[in-house]
């Protein structure tokens, strides 16, 4: 049977390897020019000066003009960030869906479980061997995109816990990809023809990956709050603290600037002369507001959320063992 599964398997799991060797081909080169730029604006330091809670602003506005510098430069690449994301979701587009729907499209299933074979241990073999190779491909891909993104990640304000960063980096890719291929397992078994199964697989992954780094992700920890009244030095945040909602209160805690700050000299006068924050309304006593979480809770939301992803992949594949004890 694990020879069977090889020989069935052995060109997707070819052509596959061959496009990580292409991409590895053009991210290399990119990787390599991004950290000598890092390196040559003397951003390393800056990122152990900004770590410190008592940097001094001369030094923080120093290095947040060397990030934009480096930003600037290599901004583009979030658009290739956007397509990285994909590479999961084409793994259980290629690899889960044909699993189990193309043979019983093709109508090959009835050869395999009369040959003594029954179906727990076809589906078995079949899933463990093809887990264990997207286990493997998905933690090459996730050090890989580690070190490649590493200086973006250290540049921009989110860091790793930004919006789609997060979803390039650390462990979170093998939870991605083994749900993408047992979500694609799964639909297999209920609609049983190639097509359909990749339809489901490609709205389910790309729904669920949705709902949870929207909806959920901001909230696998309670978030903290960072004040400062409007008049004064104005603190200085971690370079990856993720923030999630900002702007201007009231005395009273009522927002009036919605993702805004207001930064006036300690004397109490704006810009004009009037009174600090006279043009928005602000009264005395008002502050501004932040909602973040910490960067330093990078790994512990990367294994909350790996782990939501296998148990939905584990419960997956023993739903589609079940429903193939039911197929004629």
């Avoid at 991004?34 to 809670?53: I, K, N, Q």
């Avoid at 749900?179 to 389910?204: E, K, N, Q």
């Avoid at 009244?229 to 600037?257: C, H, I, T």
Wanted: aromatic letters at 10%; hydrophobic letters at 55%.
């Amino acid at each position: 049977m694990i020879w069977l599964t090889w020989r069935q398997h052995r060109k997707q799991l070819l052509f596959t390897l061959i496009g990580f060797a292409a991409l590895a081909a053009l991210m290399i080169p990119i990787g390599l020019s991004m950290r000598h730029t890092f390196s040559d604006l003397g951003l390393p330091d800056c990122v152990r000066e900004m770590a410190r809670t008592d940097v001094a602003q001369a030094t923080a506005d120093a290095c947040q003009a060397g990030f934009r510098r480096f930003t600037n430069r290599y901004g583009a690449l979030n658009l290739v960030a956007v397509l990285l994301l994909v590479l999961p979701m084409l793994v259980g587009l290629f690899w889960g869906a044909p699993l189990v729907a193309r043979e019983v499209e093709h109508g090959t299933h009835r050869f395999a479980w009369t040959q003594g074979v029954g179906r727990t241990h076809w589906a078995l073999v079949k899933f463990g061997l093809v887990g264990a190779a997207t286990v493997a491909l998905s933690i090459c891909y996730g050090l890989g995109m580690s070190w490649w993104a590493s200086p973006i990640t250290q540049a921009a304000r989110g860091g790793r816990m930004g919006i789609m960063v997060f979803d390039l980096l650390g462990v979170v890719p093998i939870g991605y990809t083994l749900f993408a291929v047992a979500l694609g397992i799964f639909a297999g078994t209920v609609w049983r023809r190639m097509l359909p199964a990749m339809a489901v697989t490609l709205v389910g992954f790309v729904g669920m990956r949705a709902a949870l780094a929207i909806l959920v992700r901001p909230h696998y920890q309670p978030a903290l709050t960072l004040t400062s009244p409007v008049e004064g030095a104005q603190p200085v945040m971690s370079l990856g603290d993720w923030v999630l909602a900002s702007g201007v209160r009231n005395a009273d805690g009522k927002m009036v600037a919605p993702d805004a700050v207001v930064a006036c000299p300690p004397a109490g006068g704006g810009p004009a002369g009037d009174a600090c924050g006279a043009d928005l309304g602000l009264g005395p006593g008002a502050y501004n507001w932040q909602l973040y979480q910490p960067g330093d809770r990078f790994w512990l939301f990367q294994s909350i959320e790996t782990g939501i992803f296998v148990v939905l992949a584990l419960l997956l594949l023993y739903l589609a063992i079940r429903r193939i004890r039911r197929i004629a």
